[in-house]
């Protein structure tokens, strides 16, 4: 049999079945056999009914002692009967199975395995599966494969295409490096897909599934190395020589600058004086201090006669870099020579803007996306900066590839790693991708390549990061400002708002200002969640008069929004009621209070974005998360906000609550997806892997040397799989 074959070539699998395995993304018999389980169940040997105890799924074996009895109560059938053994008697019931009568007979001799739950009298097994003792014997002692579904595909349906499968298929070529299965003591493949589905014992099992982990991280890395052996080191065509603006800036700021701070400036200001253009990664958590760093490399670009740009996710968030950079360098007497452009100032502004870029009237320029367009020219751009680049999608990217002056260089800028979303490494190859496809790669071959920086709050661990993007440099910022208190936290239900109304009158009483976030922009039918406008209404009805409550959401114009949040970072406005559109980096440090309406609506990334609008300053902030669903008041993600600040452990705490491809959003990318492996608790095998394809790059960078040529083959394959799903 083909592996390409369809799966409708095997037994019992029709269009129908066909159909329902494509939507688990199962087509081909290769696709069947990759299709790993999600876990196993143990088929434990029948034990004596005296020994059970509620809770556990057991086999008991016995006689039926009771004729079957069928009750009706209300939508269900109940059919219950007794099974004995020498150790006891057992209650058995099923639910809307009432043909059992005709199966189950008094006297007759079965094995029952289920879960056994406890009522008030006595010990019951719910809805337990039958066995002949013969048909049970077979099974005994194994474990059996559980399979990701879909409605109308059952487990058994899966197994058993599975096992045919295995059964048909000729024996596959394994395509791991000998030398590399040897050193790493990896199970041969054809070995380790048969237990992979059908264990014989849990340390095959752990066998097999570590040399599937191996090889999925293994053929990852290789192809995300390949693409990037493609890419030349790029000179440093704007070297820096002097970096006394910066210096001054430093000592002209409010505050000191941390430790981490320090450093990652000096690691920064190395790249731009070195030979090599900067392709860096800042990774600190909400409220670390990534700004200031972006306003140093910019001031040393421009005193040493360069330009550069510093991007922003959203409208907000540009104006508010824009403002905070004209205060910074005012006082170095460089407030003149930085441009803002967004998308909603008017055409006249704009061209005002570009003509002061063209011109090198301007050094700097803060904005959106729409600095990224076709009209915008710089005369000298050394440095691109995207702060939480990961609200950029991968269109913009793309795009961002494509006009700017050489596209080969800036789809480094897709090359950052900041993931929620999407990420990097691929990206970059994505972006490249693209601009072969539009030949546009060459088209400016010999263009100025300007330095990357990109910022993020997102924790990727490093470890991972670097063995994923490989030639990206990192720096982490681990330490807060000296001046914070950690945010306190509540979690609390409907009935708290008389409370936290208080609670932020005093606030505001004592000089501070609160958020309020919703999720909804207007009343909706459909849901029944807190909203923007009816509820600063609302508020306005119960706070005093001279709180000023003022809403903003992104389906207001852009001036009307900007005038909110410059009015709200001036200290004019107490309360804002606002949707996520502040989720992401905007800094007023006078707030204190979060308050989250239908937090459970949240995700953990955007729960920790949020609450990072507070905490900004020295005085003590809290933040509290009401929970608008009553039926799931121990909601886990807003235990997990309760219980900790840290991004890091928010994170890996999400990574364990929705599986490794969706932490922080990574499922929508695709990108780390993997089938088997699981990038946090398989961390010590992708070290592993990453490590064996060094060495065998090293060796034959290109992989043309025979003994490679099937890995070679296969890994071209998986990249160009990958591709395809993030459909791109
Ligand atoms: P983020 O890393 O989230 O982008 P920002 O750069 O916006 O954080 O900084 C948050 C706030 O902390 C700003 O008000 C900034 O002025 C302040 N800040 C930055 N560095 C320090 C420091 N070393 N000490 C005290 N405050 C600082
Ligand atoms: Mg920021």
Redo the contacts with the bound molecule.
Sequence with gaps: MERNAKVTSLKGVGEKTAKLFERVGVVTLDDLVRYYPRDYERFDPPVPIGTITAGGVYAVEGVIVKSVDVKQMKHLRIVTTMIRDDSGILRVTWFNMPFLRNTIKKGMRIILRGRVQCNQYEMCMEQPTMYTPAAYDAIAGSMQPIYGLTAGLTNRVVQQSVKQVLEKLDTRKDCLPAAVRKEHELAELNFALETIHFPTSEENLLFARKRLVFEEFFYFITGIRLMKEKQEILENVFPVRTHALADRLIAG??????GD?KRVWEEILSDLQGDGVMNRLIQ???????????VLAMVTAAENGYQSALMAPTEVLARQHYQ?LVEMLETLGLDERIVLLTGSMTAKEKREAYRRLREHEADMAVGTHALIQDKVEFAALSLVIT??QHRFGVKQRAQLAGTSENGAALSGVNDEGTVPGEAVAVNNGVARDETAKTGGSDAGANRPVPHILV?S?TPIPRTMAIILYGDLDISV?HQM????LPIKNCVVGDNYHPKAYKFIEKEIRSGHQAYIICPMVEESEMVDAENVTDYSQKLRGIFPGDIVIESLHGKMKSDEKNRIMERFAAGEIHILVSTTVVEV?V?V?NATVMMVENAERFGLAQLHQLR?RVG???AQSYCIFINGNEADAKNKRLEIMNQSNDGFFIASEDLRLRGPGDMFGLRQSGLLEFAIGDIFNDADVLKMASEAVNEVLADDPELIKEENREYRRRTDELMHRRMERLSL
């Design positions: 700021l409010p505050y000191e600058l941390t701070q600190g958590d909400v409220g670390s201090g990534k700004t200031v760093l972006a905070s702060d939480e910022m709050a910022i400002p000296k001046n914070r980096g800094n440090p990072g900004r300053g020295s």
